[in-house]
């Protein structure tokens, strides 16, 4: 993530560090990870960052996180399959 905000905006990397715990001890006692970026977002936007950037980037870790975890699924899907089918 810290790649994709120096697109935008030049930010420490402690200075991210420090907004990412913060996000997530608050996303420790939210529901989902509603908390986590919703922490995010506001703590970046008060550096200047666009919420909509945010928000774009958020919505592709999340599109790129249930991908591989499709793709895993899939994969051991076929496995049982493959195993169970009498020959």
Same mark, same amino acid.
């Given at each position: 993530m810290? +790649?994709?905000l120096r697109l935008v905006v030049t930010a420490t990397f402690l200075s991210f560090l420090r907004i990412y715990w913060i996000a997530w001890a608050v996303g420790l006692v939210s529901p989902g990870q509603v908390g986590d970026l919703a922490t995010v977002g506001t703590n970046l936007s008060r550096r200047g960052v666009d919420w909509r950037g945010t928000v774009g980037r958020s +919505? +592709?870790?999340k599109g790129i996180t249930l991908s591989v975890m499709l793709l895993f699924a899939a994969a051991a899907l076929a496995d049982t399959w493959h195993r169970s089918s009498p020959l």
């Open positions: 810290m +790649l994709a +919505l +592709l870790d």
